[in-house]
């Protein structure tokens, strides 16, 4: 069994990402263990990237303020073996097909089974090409986490039958980043998904408040959230994890 499941089973899964090194790797390493305290059920590790494609300006803005205070991908590996001393949900990566590239495919998902990586999300990796990467992390028992988009359409069935992990619903068309009002129609979405496969699916994009958590939680098996998160370490930096906590808390409280 995946040990991403163990997210949801106890009820609607909250799902914070967090760019690792966003002030400082200290300050992330804290963000993480508050958001634990706080309900988290999975943890989402950004490695940063200098061309995000799939982010907002918030979650670029972190990206770049990372990679501007030296942050690598060893590092965040480093990262990553400290957190796991005491941190005991699940942690997935979500980054980019050329930093895996660049790293070395095999020695990055090796890696990220040695210290305890459960899954990995890459965004800008098309469904159709996924066989970079899936033997891989079938090798090393690394979930290759997928993503379905309102214009998945037709391929929905298709990406849900093969589906590890968790699903990673997209709520929105466009880049991430927090939204007013989320339109599209996420229920039929969901239909198909659970029509295709018993694997949890959680949706992301453009959550920011209780109200919307609670009613993505209600259509699906949990929320992710993101430049929400961000905001906050924007705004208070190395004091952030408190606020992150207090946050993580009152969107988790919403979903139970």
């Known amino acids: 069994m995946s040990n991403i499941k163990k997210a949801f089973e106890n009820g609607k899964a909250f799902i914070p990402f967090i760019t690792c090194g966003d002030p400082d790797l200290e300050t992330t390493a804290k963000a993480v263990r508050a958001a634990v305290k706080g309900g988290a059920d999975l943890i989402e590790l950004g490695i940063p990237f200098s061309d995000p494609t799939a982010e907002g300006?918030?979650?670029?803005?972190?990206?770049?303020r990372a990679l501007r205070g030296g942050v690598t991908t060893d590092k965040v590996f480093e990262l990553v073996k400290e957190l796991r001393r005491d941190v005991t949900v699940p942690m997935v990566f979500m980054t980019y097909a050329n930093v895996v590239?660049?790293?070395?495919?095999?020695?990055?998902?090796?890696?990220?089974?040695?210290?305890?990586?459960?899954?990995?999300?890459?965004?800008?990796?098309?469904?159709?090409?996924?066989?970079?990467?899936?033997?891989?992390?079938?090798?090393?028992?690394?979930?290759?986490?997928?993503?379905?988009?309102?214009?998945?359409?037709?391929?929905?069935?298709?990406?849900?039958?093969?589906?590890?992990?968790?699903?990673?619903?997209?709520?929105?068309?466009?880049?991430?980043?927090?939204?007013?009002?989320?339109?599209?129609?996420?229920?039929?979405?969901?239909?198909?998904?659970?029509?295709?496969?018993d694997v949890p699916c959680a949706i992301g994009f453009g959550i920011s408040t209780p109200e919307q958590a609670k009613k993505m939680a209600a259509l699906s098996d949990g929320a992710i959230v993101g430049s929400a998160i961000i905001k906050i370490l924007e705004k208070y930096g190395k004091d952030a994890p408190e606020h992150i906590g207090e946050y993580v808390k009152s969107m988790k409280d919403a979903i139970r």
């Open 57 to 64: 300006p918030v979650i670029q803005g972190a990206n770049i």
């Open 101 to 197: 590239f660049s790293y070395g495919s095999e020695k990055f998902i090796s890696t990220c089974k040695e210290i305890g990586i459960d899954g990995l999300i890459i965004p800008d990796l098309p469904f159709e090409e996924k066989d970079e990467f899936q033997p891989v992390c079938d090798k090393y028992g690394v979930d290759l986490i997928s993503l379905i988009a309102p214009t998945s359409h037709e391929r929905i069935s298709m990406i849900a039958k093969q589906a590890q992990g968790f699903i990673y619903v997209v709520s929105s068309l466009g880049v991430t980043g927090t939204r007013s009002e989320i339109t599209t129609d996420l229920g039929a979405i969901v239909d198909v998904i659970r029509k295709n496969t």
